[in-house]
């Protein structure tokens, strides 16, 4: 066999092994592409969403983008070829939404939004730095806000050198300890002195850890209050209030009685009423930092009034409660907010690209 025999094999057998792997892209991109076809009339407006097939830590559109309103593609970015044209949309919308779970996603995500000449809404870029170290740097120092003190450590640090690790980045006992990509209370524990900190170490999983300041928010009756507010193209909206004598309230395990209630309903009827305009005011300005067009806060008001930030990102989940006297004001409040997310996304679908 020649040269020139062996090289045009070569060459073929190079244009096959091309083929074989374009083929294997286009497969795996048309995989990664789930769509929600459009059942009603008229003409849809088409939603390409961006997620992950890391599981947790993204935002939930289910109940808003209904298939009799929207025609939704739902890319996983992972398995998405790059060299492949984006599919038809009037808007783009990034659910990708825990740095800590999906760094990598968000870096694929931002190059695909990139590519995108419709409107991008929670860019990636935002929500790379809504993290919990990214929100105490970017946060802090804003009027009538208070960001809790925040590190991130590793276990063998703590462990070798425990409160020196500690005091070194500003931190006190008692305080919160976290594991990182866990949320709903998993994993987080407070630690009230250094002879428990050992013990609590062997408890968390992971390698690293976050260190947070315990503040210390009870009202005259021992009890903690939690809000959550979400934030749609900057404005806030109220979503609920939890109240519990434990440190770590969330709505599914608090303690909601008659007074609590009627707080609820207050703050979901009339939430600017219920704050006031200074809080008010704080929640906008973090809304204007945060730089996310759909994300929530959670938190609470210290004894001063301000707005004391336990998490904001666009990982929250509004879901629309059952209709009930005791859950009307709150399925009130999630449909608000559900209203106000389709007609942001409505007016940026008629903008020109």
């Known amino acids: 066999m020649d040269n020139r025999t062996q090289l045009e094999l ?91 779970l999906g760094t990598a996603p968000l870096a694929i995500a931002r190059a695909i939004a990139e ?36 590190a991130r450590l590793s276990k063998r640090a703590l462990a070798t050198l425990g409160s020196a690790a500690l005091e070194s980045r500003g ?50 009756a021992g009890r903690y209050w939690k809000y959550r507010a979400m934030l749609v193209d900057g404005i806030p909206y ?13 709505y599914f395990s608090a303690e909601m009685g008659e007074e609590e209630q009627a707080s609820q309903r207050r703050y979901c009827d009339d939430m600017a009423g219920y704050l006031g305009e200074r809080a008010m005011g704080a929640l906008a300005t973090i809304a204007e930092r945060l730089g996310l067009d759909y994300a929530g806060i959670d938190y609470t008001l210290d004894d001063r009034g301000d707005v004391v930030v336990f998490e904001a990102n666009a990982a929250m989940t509004i879901y629309v409660p059952d209709s009930g006297n005791s859950l009307a004001s709150r399925r009130a409040a999630a449909l608000r907010i559900h209203d106000a997310v389709r007609a942001m996304v409505a007016q940026r679908a008629a903008s020109r690209p």
């Not at 250094?194 to 170490?201: C, I, K, M, N, P």
Request: glycine share 6%; aromatic share 6%.
């Open 238 to 250: 109220p979503a609920h209030l939890a109240v519990s004598r434990r440190w770590n309230v969330h």
């Open 171 to 220: 931190l006190t006992f008692p305080l919160l300890l976290r594991a990182i990509g866990f949320h709903n209370g998993e994993h987080f524990v407070k630690v009230e002195g250094s002879s428990d900190l050992d013990a609590t170490l062997a408890t968390l999983p992971g390698d690293e850890l976050y260190a947070i300041e315990f503040v210390d928010c009870t009202d005259a």
């Open 10 to 100: 070569l060459a073929a057998a190079e244009a096959q092994v091309q083929r074989i792997r374009a083929s294997l892209l286009a497969a795996s991109s048309a995989r990664a592409a789930l769509v929600q076809p459009y059942t009603g009339s008229g003409t849809p407006i088409r939603l390409l969403q961006l997620g992950s097939s890391i599981p947790g830590g993204h935002t939930n559109t289910d109940q808003i983008f209904t298939a009799d309103r929207y025609e939704v593609t739902t890319m996983l970015v992972e398995h998405w070829n790059l060299t492949q044209p984006l599919p038809a949309h009037d808007v783009l919308f990034n659910l990708i939404a825990d740095p800590d």
């Open 115 to 150: 590519r995108s000449p419709r409107p991008v809404l929670n860019a990636p870029s935002a929500s790379l730095a809504a993290g919990r170290m990214g929100n105490r740097e970017n946060l802090t120092g804003l009027p009538d806000v208070r960001t809790p003190r925040i």
